[in-house]
């Protein structure tokens, strides 16, 4: 009889600790290994890249690291308090894939504020861990090579990845585009009236800018940007936005692009990440070799002072 009473004990215990299939971990944190592959456990100090997406309870996605198309790097560190993220990656390996959830009320203690639209008791990470570099005994300088040449490997598959992302979108969105030298694909959505935008010229612009998965990283306009709560800045003027074209002040899609356009004029720009942001991106919102579009609206040109002297040219145009 005493038997039976230790087995019932011993499985109350383990239903105590797997919540609707979760586990419990140090600091009252729930994970769930949903994909465990074989391998050892990640360490500090092990170099690691991760695919991650950060939910609320009731599925409202608050971040995700897909939208930068390429996992985020980073060096394990040990964990700063029971409970943190850090220690659910410490359970996974390479290849594993795990629901984890952190208490709210732990991340957020002191008086400091929740933010916006946090609601419900526990925040909710998906995390796939996409490649382990064990630091193990390797020197600095070897366990250096191993990342630099991850990082090589990585950014050749999204930069040849481009191409197909930059058809299948104006395939998806039935894009009549036209094709300039440089690779800006662009279509005049409303014809304006009058010259074109030259060199020299401020224009002044209305933008809505997304990526190519439709998610929205940049407006002048309010109303695009309150669709969104986390998207919309109380604190910024949203108007439109005044740029000398030309001049390397914004990146060298939308110095192209405005001179395609006359006063009144709409257009959707299709913006390659070598007329975009490049292989640097622009984190978090656009990711390495990430092309993305805009629809602008051409407010008004104002002309040049022909007589104004002529600013040198930048030697690399910089980026808004």
């Excluded at 390429?70 to 795990?98: H, T």
């Excluded at 861990?129 to 630091?135: A, F, G, H, M, S």
């Excluded at 092309?291 to 602008?296: E, G, N, R």
Aim: with cysteine; proline share 6%.
């Amino acid at each position: 009889m005493r038997k039976n009473l230790m087995i019932i004990a011993v499985a109350a215990l383990g239903l105590a600790s797997c919540k609707g299939g979760f586990k419990q971990g140090e600091g009252g944190l729930l994970y769930n290994i949903r994909t465990d592959k074989a391998g050892a456990t990640i360490k500090p100090g092990d170099f690691v890249s991760l695919n991650l997406i950060l939910k609320t309870e009731g599925d409202s996605v608050i971040g995700s690291t897909y939208d930068l198309g390429r996992p985020v790097p980073q060096i394990m560190e040990k964990s700063s308090r029971k409970g943190d993220i850090s220690s659910a990656f410490l359970l996974l390996s390479e290849g594993d894939s795990a629901t984890v959830k952190l208490a709210v009320d732990s991340m957020f203690k002191k008086g400091q504020p929740k933010p916006p639209g946090i609601k419900g008791k526990y925040l909710v990470y998906e995390v796939k861990i996409e490649k382990v570099i064990p630091r193990g005994s390797a020197s600095e300088a070897v366990f250096q090579a191993h990342v630099t040449d991850y990082f090589k490997a990585q950014a050749d598959v999204i930069k040849k990845q481009e191409p197909a992302k930059i058809k299948k979108f104006i395939e998806d969105k039935k894009l009549a585009t036209k094709t300039t030298a440089s690779g800006l694909q662009y279509v005049i959505t409303k014809p304006g009236a009058g010259a074109n935008a030259t060199v020299g010229d401020t224009a002044v612009v209305n933008y809505i800018g997304k990526t190519l998965n439709d998610k929205l990283f940049d407006t002048s306009i309010k109303e695009e940007a309150m669709k969104s709560t986390k998207d919309f800045d109380p604190r910024r003027r949203y108007e439109p936005i005044k740029v000398v074209v030309g001049q390397g002040a914004v990146i060298k899609g939308w110095d192209e692009g405005l001179q395609l356009l006359n006063k009144g004029a709409k257009a959707t720009l299709v913006i390659p990440s070598n007329l975009g942001w490049g292989e640097q991106g622009a984190p978090p919102k656009i990711g390495s070799f990430a092309p993305v579009t805009f629809d602008v609206e051409m407010v008004n040109i104002i002309k040049a002072n022909p007589n104004a002297p002529k600013p040198a040219q930048p030697a690399a145009p910089a980026v808004r």
